[in-house]
């Protein structure tokens, strides 16, 4: 057996939550245990390179496993591995991320280990503004905005004095990410539209958020028809005020832009959310995770291959803290190891700052699904010209025949 109360402590962000189960492993003909890793940070070209030299790192330590890296884009990735499961052929380990864990896991080929996130092992969403926009707006780049009006007032500013640069990134596109992504957004009006949450779509929390979001996109404040994913590269240009994003924003500007760590801090700051109706402050978990599929007949060595992702200090330096920029595992180095990496304004940010706000949605695979419903009235909330309470009514209705 594992001991639990060990593999709890590994962890922090990136964020790496495990899932295993038990089984004998197999060796493969030279003798080599064979282990497959699907995962997306091989298939793109930022995080390619160094998780290629993790992986190569890995078998030298460890040279009776071999690692076959499976490159799958991460918009494709859980509809390949449920897939493969339905065919009886998943990998050993594989990167996933938010909800998608969840939907993967209620297949019962994933076993929780410690649940699916601790107290401390969170990698959240954070209020990213553009200090060269707001100064050049006239505004005080050093006071970012702390409430849902001040946010509007700034928004505001910025596109009257920069027209072409987006206010505000937030993905509203229809998928459970997004969803997820703007659940604290949904908090914030003290809005809760799962039954799961004990909450209703048709409340007038709710419908003060769709509200909200129609004047966004009335003012030209977002953009709706932008993954997370497609702001981060405007964000790198200076085409973006305000972004709400991971602490991994701050590894693809610099990769963009090849800007320095210290002209990002002059350029980029990090806050929380800015409060609506509900007076508080939240953000969402969406971390991504390392699972071991149930039958995998190498468990043994998959979870060594994890303990290392997560552990390692070269893999952490590499990786991790690389192009990624993520929060690193707290015992994977002793900690005066990583304390200068740490000390940074971002990660302060993070630590102190956003991490207490987090909130969790009812995740299952009702979230999936309900998602469809909720963001698709989102999207009639900042595309169409229906009424409000018809789109709230229209989501209850929805979600009442599920």
């Given at each position: ?315 952490v330096k590499i990786y991790t803290l690389g192009p990624g920029s993520s929060l690193p595992p707290l015992s994977a180095a002793p900690k005066q190891e990583l304390a200068a990496k740490l000390d940074t304004p971002i990660y302060r940010s993070f630590t102190v700052s956003v991490i207490p706000t987090l909130t969790t949605p009812p995740f299952g695979p009702a979230f999936a699904t309900a998602s469809s419903a909720i963001m698709a009235g989102v999207q009639q909330a ?21």
């Amino acid at each position: 057996m594992v001991d639990t109360n060990g593999l709890r402590r590994i962890l922090f962000a990136a964020s790496i939550t495990l899932l295993f189960g038990f089984a004998i492993d197999a060796v493969a003909a030279d003798g080599k245990i064979v282990i497959t890793f699907a995962n997306w940070a091989a298939a793109e070209g930022t995080t390619k390179p160094s998780i290629d030299q993790v992986i190569a790192d890995f078998e030298k330590a460890h040279p009776d496993i071999q690692i076959k890296s499976e490159a799958i884009s991460f918009s494709e990735i859980a509809r390949q591995l449920a897939l493969r499961l339905k065919a009886g052929n998943p990998p050993d380990v594989a990167q996933l991320a938010g909800n998608d864990t969840f939907v993967i896991a209620s297949t019962g080929k994933l076993e929780p280990l410690g649940g699916y996130v601790d107290a401390d092992l969170k990698g959240p969403a954070g209020f990213w503004y553009n200090k060269q926009v707001m100064a050049k707006a006239g505004l005080d780049p050093d006071k970012p905005p702390r409430t849902i009006d001040e946010l509007m007032s700034a928004m505001a500013t910025i596109k009257k004095s920069q027209p072409d640069v987006i206010p505000l990134a937030l993905d509203t596109t229809n998928r459970p990410f997004s969803l997820q992504s703007n659940w604290p957004w949904i908090a914030t009006f003290g809005a809760t539209p799962l039954a799961a949450s004990k909450g209703r779509a048709d409340s007038p929390e709710m419908k003060r958020y769709l509200t909200w979001m129609r004047d966004l996109a009335k003012n030209g404040y977002i953009d709706p028809g932008r993954k997370i994913g497609e702001f981060r590269p405007l964000a790198a240009q200076d085409k973006v005020a305000f972004i709400w994003d991971q602490v991994l924003l701050q590894g693809v500007i610099q990769s963009v832009n090849k800007m320095s760590d210290a002209d990002f801090y002059r350029h980029w700051g990090v806050t929380t959310q800015p409060v609506g109706p509900s007076g508080k402050p939240y953000s969402f978990e969406g971390g991504h995770q390392l699972v071991i599929f149930a039958d995998s007949a190498q468990k043994k060595a998959a979870w060594t291959f994890i303990q290392y992702l997560a552990t390692s200090p070269e893999a952490v330096k590499i990786y991790t803290l690389g192009p990624g920029s993520s929060l690193p595992p707290l015992s994977a180095a002793p900690k005066q190891e990583l304390a200068a990496k740490l000390d940074t304004p971002i990660y302060r940010s993070f630590t102190v700052s956003v991490i207490p706000t987090l909130t969790t949605p009812p995740f299952g695979p009702a979230f999936a699904t309900a998602s469809s419903a909720i963001m698709a009235g989102v999207q009639q909330a900042v595309t169409g010209s229906e009424p409000i309470d018809q789109i709230a009514n229209s989501i209850q209705q929805q979600l009442d025949r599920q």
